[in-house]
């Protein structure tokens, strides 16, 4: 602030307007340093340790934040990490119900004993304008906005979700922190933190921070999922009973909760990223998660299985499969620009006898998966493990780090159905492809091969290849 004569010698060179703007930004530079040497409240931490009363503040400053909003805190609610606030937040809620309208939720730790059901039409908001995320490994506990924490349904994951979401209703702008869950030994089970339980309903901008079940979608067409973040434990997301197309967009799971080794250990055994049963036509938009058994798993519920759409989706340290595919519909999988690493190590998972693979299509699936502009790395055993009965098709992918053990695996092992691979780059001097004798059909045309081509046919009958560009 002494250097303003200088700084503003500088701005001769410029036209009035800009030194308007100068100026405009040396007053808020001085009025936020003096803020910041006045005020000893800008670190969520100690907001945590030992401010709570400054949340208590915020509360009461931030009462109307949203014109015409019911706001949780008229009607009872106390953000003091203490206070069950089921009841004043379904109060609130109610009173929203009547024109469907918006409940606002001032900053706050708001510990809940019971749940909540948002009903239709009404719009269910924190503090947060676009999705936080809080890396509680480093000491960064949520205390900066609106966080709810649910205590109901330790234990029993089969019990009420936290908050339910009803047609054409919305969660939006929280934090859901299951502070009874720690951070290590083995995962205490708990029902879904979200269920959105209608045509329409929605969930926007939610850190899910440690939750054991995430957010599901069943019996909910058109569900709009976007920018959640956190690290769920055991299922992400779960999508069923959608006979209209959802969207799915901008989630990342990450261990930002816990890296404990018992904690993360059961969580690369066990835990799902994104679960797919029936759905026709889904589509998923810029998706990523970290150290699951399985990040996106394509199962058949008791409704059938799923089609849909898939761009710019990831998973990193799949412990077991990046892509598990048990069952699609005729009109398959499409999966395009999407990044995927399968393996294991002493960091997470010391005692796993699970065969990592980037693509794994179960004996029984029939339906079609097409992956193009795709690039898969290791160190895993194989990209991809096919079966089944449908079409498995490679267009334009990179394929590097398999048989990162060195016992002669193949980075594509059909065992059947069909396969496509074409226009692929394999990057190790390294068998490429083996066709087991059930392998129906199979097309290897004008791929790229670094070292000498190596695919072994051992009884596929109708196999069609060339124009393959090896290193002999």
């Known amino acids: 602030l002494e250097n303003w004569q200088e700084d503003w010698r500088l701005t001769e060179i410029y036209n009035p307007v800009m030194m308007l703007l100068f100026a405009a930004f040396l007053l808020f530079r001085s009025t936020t340093s003096l803020y910041l040497a006045n005020n000893q409240h800008y670190s969520s931490r100690s907001w945590l340790a030992k401010d709570m009363p400054y949340i208590g503040q915020v509360n009461n400053l931030r009462t109307s934040n949203i014109p015409g909003a019911f706001v949780v805190t008229d009607y009872g609610a106390i953000g003091d990490n203490s206070t069950d606030n089921t009841a ?9 119900s009547n024109t469907s309208g918006t409940v606002y939720i001032p900053p706050g730790l708001y510990r809940f004993n019971g749940s909540l059901i948002v009903p239709p039409g009404v719009a269910l908001c924190g503090s947060y304008l676009s999705v936080p995320s809080h890396a509680v490994v480093h000491g960064d506990y949520p205390a900066d906005g609106s966080i709810l924490m649910p ?3 330790r234990g029993n994951e089969s019990d009420v979700p936290f908050i339910q979401v009803l047609s054409n209703a919305v969660l939006k702008g929280v934090v859901i922190w299951h502070v009874e869950q720690l951070g290590h030994g083995l995962p205490v089970p708990y029902p879904y933190a979200v269920a959105l339980q209608g045509n329409n309903a929605a969930i926007t901008d939610v850190e899910i921070l440690n939750a054991f079940n995430g957010v599901s979608a069943v019996k909910a067409a058109r569900h709009y999922i976007a920018r959640i973040q ?32 018992d904690f993360m250990s059961w969580q690369v055994t066990h835990g ?11 589509y998923v938009f810029n998706t990523f ?35 598990q595919v048990d069952a699609t519909q005729a009109p398959g999988l499409l999966i395009t620009n999407g990044e995927f690493t399968a393996f294991h190590n002493k960091d997470f998972a010391p005692n796993s006898t699970a065969s990592p693979a980037q693509i794994v299509v179960a004996s029984s699936n029939v339906g079609p998966v097409n992956l193009v502009d795709c690039s898969f790395w290791g160190p895993s055993d194989h990209i991809a493990r096919i079966d089944g009965q449908g079409v498995v098709a490679f267009n334009s992918c990179i394929l590097s780090g398999w048989d990162n053990q060195k016992k002669g695996y193949a980075a594509i092992q059909a065992d059947g159905g069909s396969l496509i691979v074409q226009a692929s780059e394999f990057q190790q001097p390294k068998a490429q492809i083996q066709l087991a004798a059930n392998v129906t059909k199979a097309v290897i045309l004008g791929n790229i091969i670094t070292g000498p081509l190596n695919i072994t046919n051992n009884g596929a009958k109708n196999v069609q290849q060339g124009y393959n560009a090896a290193d002999e």
């Open 88 to 96: 004043a937040f379904m109060s609130a809620i109610a009173a929203a």
């Open 151 to 153: 205590l109901n349904g």
């Open 230 to 261: 956190g690290q769920p434990l055991n299922i992400g997301i779960f999508i069923d009973e959608t006979y209209d197309v959802g969207r799915l967009e901008d989630v990342h799971f990450n261990p930002w909760f816990s890296i404990d080794l």
């Open 272 to 282: 799902r990223a994104f679960v797919f049963g029936r759905s026709d036509w889904e």
């Open 289 to 323: 998660a970290f150290a699951y058994a399985y990040g996106y798993h394509f199962i058949e519920t008791t409704t059938g299985a799923m089609n849909g759409n898939f761009v710019g989706i990831g998973a990193d340290y799949a412990c077991n499969a990046s892509v």
